[in-house]
């Protein structure tokens, strides 16, 4: 038997290089094979259309800038206030009593008092007189009833002191039927010879504060009545502005309050230049305060570039008015330029196709492309203008595609 040759094969040992070739062309094919199902799929993903409203605007910390006039005067408990801060008040109205001791208030107390019984009494002998409208009464009290209970039910508690003395009044007047006219008279000049009386005895040991004009009262007094004045708006500029609100405020003491002359009120600010484009004389803005329920309107009454030129004095003017507002000085602001509604679109669903700015949407398995009017252009999405249906715009609900490949109108794409 013949011997074997006693060949033998070696096996040749592969480098790490080409094993590495091999790891790196395995990645290569499956990338591209990976692509090439993405695109025979046409996979894409979606977002459904939403309304929404954006404001465009920039938040601000300004001041309260009016022509306030200090009332004198002392808050002790022998200071009797008849008006309170944002109520208007008229030149000459009264502010305020102030007694000499507590005896005196106590006296003008009981004159108020009487002064109630009679207006109820006067009522009274109305209603003795007068029988016919006993059922309209009845139809007037249930009413107020009903009034005051809803107020109160919702926690609004102003004016139902007037309301509750309209109810006594109706109440008093329908129990009076049947009476002495002559009887009831008789007791409403008992009790106003009573109240001439006791004014009498009050006349030399009261002091009456009244308002120095027209405007509105404020019970906070903070100092900057000296400082900042709109009688200097016309001519103020920024660097002057920024001056004023660097100063020490004055010690207001023990001021009763004070009047804002007018009717119209101004709110300034410096602010970034960059922050105020687009703001100019006339302008229409409207300004949100955290304590205001509602924004309030208000228009730009001048826009002052500083000596540098970084910033600008923003200066508003309106003339809606509320306690809340009466009493602020210092306030952060968002200063509302223009409120946009439409649909909310990501910026990456956004697409140029023969010079028409787009999107595609999803309808059914095809993708239909629609022309867009943007409205307003945030930092990741834009607001454009909603359409009255799917054929002539975005509506509400339309699936939105922000991710796909080789989009085409009328295109069947798989999700």
């Known amino acids: 038997m013949a ?12 480098s790490p290089g080409a094993r590495m070739i091999v790891v790196v062309g395995v990645v290569v094919a499956l990338y591209f094979v990976g692509q090439a199902v993405s695109v025979l799929t046409d996979g894409v993903e979606t977002v459904n259309a939403t309304r929404v409203t954006v404001d465009d605007a920039v938040t601000v910390t300004g001041y309260f800038v009016r022509n306030e006039a200090v009332v004198a005067g002392t808050t002790g408990e022998t200071v009797e206030h008849t008006v309170h801060s944002g109520e208007k008040v008229y030149t000459g109205a009264r502010l305020a009593v102030e007694y000499t001791d507590e005896s005196a208030l106590e006296t003008s107390r009981q004159v108020k008092s009487l002064t109630e019984q009679i207006t109820l009494l006067q009522s009274a002998v109305t209603a003795a007189s007068d029988l016919a409208d006993t059922a309209k009464l009845d139809q007037l009290i249930t009413m107020d009833m009903q009034a005051i209970a809803g107020k109160a039910k919702n926690g609004m508690v102003s004016g139902l002191e007037e309301e509750t003395g309209d109810l006594r009044q109706l109440v008093l007047r329908r129990g009076a039927g049947g009476q002495d006219p002559a009887a009831l008279q008789a007791q409403v000049d008992a009790l106003a010879q009573q109240r001439e009386r006791l004014q009498q005895s009050i006349v030399t040991r009261t002091k009456v504060i009244s308002s120095p004009y027209d405007g509105f ?11 900042l004045k709109a009688s ?15 100063s020490e405020p004055e010690n207001p003491g023990t001021a009763l309050g004070k009047v804002i002359e007018g009717f119209d009120w101004y709110f300034a600010a410096l602010v970034p230049t960059s922050d105020a484009a687009g703001l100019r004389a006339g302008s229409r803005v409207s300004l949100r305060f955290t304590q205001v329920t509602e924004d309030v309107p208000a228009s ?6 500083s000596e540098d030129g970084t910033q600008t004095l923003l200066i508003f003017k309106s003339n809606r008015i509320s306690s809340e507002l009466v009493s602020m000085r210092r306030q952060v602001v968002d200063i509302i330029r223009a ?4 649909i909310k679109v990501p910026k990456e669903a956004i697409r140029m196709e023969d010079g028409k700015l787009g999107v595609y949407t999803l309808s059914g398995s095809a993708s239909m492309f629609r ?22 715009g975005i509506v509400v609900q339309d699936s939105i595609i922000i991710k796909g490949r080789a989009l085409q109108d009328k295109k069947v794409v798989k999700k």
């Open 371 to 392: 022309e867009i009017t943007p409205l307003y252009e945030g930092d990741t999405f834009y607001v454009i203008e909603q359409g009255s249906s799917s054929q002539t």
């Open 339 to 342: 409120s946009y509604t439409g």
């Open 3 to 14: 011997k074997n040759s006693g060949q033998h094969i070696k096996k040749k040992k592969r």
């Open 232 to 246: 200097e708006l016309p001519d103020m500029t920024a660097d002057v502005f920024a001056q004023k609100i660097a």
């Open 217 to 227: 009262f404020s019970e906070t007094v903070d100092g900057y009545e000296n400082i």
């Open 300 to 305: 730009v009454y001048a826009a002052r570039v």
